[in-house]
């Protein structure tokens, strides 16, 4: 029996036309010519493209093939997703996967591989899986890992952002020491006026200066450095930087709307860090300002002439008389609320008046107090 060529069959299908069966319903395209010879021509199109992408059946098409069957022999004609087609090097006894599972003359598995080959390289190399290599070996049994994890609690009212801030843990108020920092090439962040200056603010100290700056406002680095923080803290420094400089000083640069560096990016005196804005705990357009040596902050008043916005003198010299600060505030106490607790309650256990309690904490006697909530009563 004849069989057609890849040329023939197409010449067969555009010359006989009615690829799709459409000669059984000619008669409804009588008097309209135009629409049986669009019908048509899309048809042989349509069963062309199936053709081409489903590969040759040439081998089993016959010239006295209907198109209907020429149709189920493409579909039928595709190959399995897992049947290997065999090479071009003549190599046709590649079968699937499964068949060669079960195959009693599987290819044998050396007890070692060649030197510096990698085990997908030989498994492609060689036509086998991953399950041919553990052929026979039934008695592997996996091995149980106990895994135990021993931590030490953190402690209550524990910051991890304040831990991260201050690695060093070193109070300098008692030091003996007198450190020197060379200050002289400062770069200003901005140059807008001071709206909150560094100190006690109500009952809380303020650990830096807040300087006015409109949103979009490039801040500028202060001194040569890296990058070691760059985050985002929606209760207190919004998108902030954090940058450790050569001098041995540490600047914070917190409120801002975008960042222009990246974590561990080197930065030079005077290069953008980010632009101006109003995130976190903040209440207007401003950048909040620190200036630390060995994690504790600095006075910026110390360092910078806010008006000018330069430097007082250009070398710094750091002694226990500028943390003095910190004295007033470890003798701040506070009380961390539990269930149950009131303002009458804190009181009584603390032996402080409600109202002195209210004006530490700047709250009102119905405010409502939530757990976890740590109030100031010294």
């Not at 590969?55 to 010239?63: C, E, K, L, Q």
Request: aromatic share 10%.
């Amino acid at each position: 029996m004849r069989t057609l060529t890849h040329s023939a069959l197409i010449h067969k299908l555009f010359k006989t036309g009615n690829p799709m069966g459409v000669r059984e319903y000619s008669n409804s395209y009588a008097g309209n010519s135009f629409a049986w010879a669009v019908s048509r021509r899309i048809s042989v199109l349509l069963l062309v493209v199936m053709f081409i992408c489903s590969g040759s059946v040439s081998d089993r098409v016959y010239a006295q093939d209907s198109a209907r069957s020429v149709l189920s022999k493409i579909f039928s004609s595709r190959t399995p997703a897992n049947e290997k087609i065999p090479t071009n090097n003549g190599d046709a006894s590649q079968t699937t996967s499964k068949s060669r599972k079960n195959s009693k003359n599987a290819l044998p598995v050396p007890q070692e591989l060649p030197c510096n080959e990698k085990i997908p390289g030989y498994l492609e190399r060689n036509g086998m899986t991953l399950e041919d290599l553990f052929q026979g070996e039934d008695d592997i049994e996996p091995i149980e890992i106990e895994r135990s994890i021993d931590f030490t609690p953190l402690p209550d009212g524990f910051d991890a952002l304040d831990s991260e801030l201050d690695p060093f843990k070193t109070s300098l108020t008692n030091t003996r020491d007198t450190f020197r920092i060379d200050v002289h090439d400062y770069c200003p962040p901005c140059t807008g006026y001071v709206t909150s200056n560094f100190g006690f603010r109500k009952w809380r100290h303020h650990n830096g200066i807040d300087l006015k700056v409109f949103r979009g406002d490039t801040i500028f680095c202060a001194f040569d450095g890296v990058v070691r923080i760059r985050r985002y803290d929606r209760r207190g420094y919004g998108y902030f930087v954090v940058v450790r400089h050569t001098n041995g000083l540490e600047t914070i640069y917190g409120h801002m709307s975008k960042f222009l560096v990246q974590l561990g990016d080197s930065v030079k005196v005077g290069t953008p860090l980010g632009m101006g804005g109003s995130t976190g705990r903040s209440t207007g357009y401003h950048l909040h300002f620190e200036i630390r040596y060995m994690g504790n902050p600095l006075n910026p008043n110390d360092v910078i002439d806010f008006e000018t916005h330069k430097v007082k003198n250009s070398t710094l010299l750091i002694s226990a008389s500028n943390f003095e600060y910190k004295k007033e505030i470890e003798k701040i106490r506070y009380w961390t609320v539990r269930k149950g607790d009131t303002l009458g309650r804190i009181s009584k256990k603390t032996g402080v008046s409600i109202s002195r309690l209210c004006k530490l904490n700047g709250i009102t006697r119905k405010t409502t107090l939530r757990i976890g909530r740590r109030i100031r009563y010294t």
